[in-house]
């Protein structure tokens, strides 16, 4: 059974999507439909190879999303089993087998990066990988600071997301120097993702979410709330209600595509940064 995972932010690249334009009028057509609609030029950004995309949460999302759906739109052999998304690439994933439309899933993108964006501006938030680490070890030290501060990204065996305030992560980072985690990467998104600090951009993105119509979808998508098989459309809202202040269940989703099935994954967005994790998953499954 064939599995296809969609990455999101950190997998942008300078000047993607430009080869896809070239070689698709489907591809041309849905590039110029995003700048019609966003209103602005986000191709120019990311053909031109401008170093935009990497500062501002923004506009990588929309790249990344933009990119990602429209190769997958425009492949012969796109026919999935089961899809899955990491954070933004659930939308990716969603649009890609028609639970949404193109267009609609270009705006949830927008105005979920929008938000995101304006909390990243606001507050000092912060994300940081763990290696070298079991996860119980750092929950327990994300529990016990007294700041805001939790796992937001179970990305594989050994490789842990943590997420919150600046000067909370920090410190639960030196614990976890000092008792042994092989390497801590501060990353550079200038936001915390996938913890309590989003509760404002999740409180106004429900009310987008509500506002969407979706489709029951025509393959399991593996969601990151909950890291289960979801095909009724109802299902799938109430999930990504929850998407933006909720950890990404990446190792746990891709077990539980392995239990129902999956014996080929294939990375649809630009990068190849969830094959790896696939390759950690599965020399630990």
């Not at 943590?162 to 000092?178: A, P």
């Not at 309590?196 to 709330?225: G, L, R």
Request: hydrophobic residues 40%; contains cysteine.
């Amino acid at each position: 059974m064939k599995a296809y995972l969609f990455p999101g932010q950190g997998s942008q690249f300078n000047g993607m999507g430009k080869d896809l334009y070239k070689k698709s009028t489907l591809a041309k057509k849905l590039f110029r439909l995003s700048d019609e609609i966003l209103g602005f030029r986000i191709t120019s950004m990311m053909f031109n190879e401008t170093k935009i995309l990497s500062e501002k949460t923004k506009y990588t999302q929309l790249s990344i999303y933009i990119y990602s759906v429209i190769k997958a739109k425009i492949s012969n052999d796109f026919d999935p089993d089961m899809v899955a998304g990491h954070s933004l690439g659930e939308f990716s994933a969603l649009a890609s087998v028609n639970v949404i439309s193109f267009e609609k899933g270009l705006i949830l993108v927008n105005q979920r990066a929008k938000l995101m964006q304006n909390i990243c501006e606001s507050t000092k938030g912060e994300m940081a990988v763990i290696f070298g680490l079991e996860d119980e070890v750092i929950e327990f030290y994300c529990k016990t600071d007294n700041g805001i501060v939790v796992p937001s990204n179970y990305n594989c065996p050994g490789q842990l997301v943590i997420s919150g305030e600046q000067k909370s992560v920090r410190r639960v980072c030196s614990c976890l120097k000092k008792i042994g985690a092989k390497r801590i990467f501060i990353l550079p998104v200038h936001g915390a993702f996938h913890s309590p600090m989003m509760e404002p951009a999740k409180k106004e993105f429900e009310k987008i979410i509500e506002k969407t119509s979706f489709k029951d979808s025509k393959c399991p998508i593996y969601q990151n709330v909950n890291a289960q098989p979801i095909i009724k459309s109802e299902d799938i809202k109430n999930n990504l209600r929850e998407h933006l202040t909720s950890p990404v269940k990446w190792k746990q989703s891709i077990k539980n595509m392995i239990i129902h099935g999956a014996s080929l994954f294939i990375d649809i967005g630009p990068g190849n940064i969830l094959s790896s994790l696939i390759k950690k998953i599965l020399r630990n499954k």
